[in-house]
């Protein structure tokens, strides 16, 4: 599986973003998503995540309220739409897949993208 993030750049607080991570490589429909971050100096944290299906989003207590985790099955994608954006926010945001139903754990993951840096000014 491949995956391609994007969507991050430079915000000012109170700011959105929407990350897009695009899959391919192989069937995209049962896998579960995550979104997880990582800011320097720090371990990579779990933001989001969605099941195969869709059902029950999950976030982290830290953007609760104010991310939102959806997929397109159709596209092969999945998004996270970010609002009110906090200094706290910024990390390179990775995107990654998962047939294991423990979702909040990154060694669950076998695939990762890229990242992309999500920066929010104060």
């Known amino acids: 599986v491949q995956l391609q993030a994007s969507g991050g750049g430079v915000v000012q607080t109170g700011g959105s973003l929407r990350l897009s991570c695009a899959a391919s490589g192989r069937s995209f429909t049962r896998m579960n998503m995550g979104w997880f971050r990582q800011a320097p100096g720090k371990e990579r944290e779990f933001v989001a995540g969605i099941r195969w299906s869709g059902s029950g989003p999950i976030y982290d207590e830290s953007v609760k309220g104010r991310f939102t985790i959806s997929r397109d099955n159709a596209k092969n994608t999945v998004s996270l739409q970010m609002n009110s954006l906090k200094p706290e926010d910024t990390a390179i945001y990775y995107c990654?897949?998962?047939?294991?139903?423990?979702?909040?754990?990154?060694?669950?993951?076998?695939?990762w993208g890229q990242g992309t840096q999500v920066t929010v000014s104060s």
């Open positions: 990654a897949t998962t047939t294991n139903v423990q979702i909040r754990t990154p060694s669950t993951y076998y695939y």
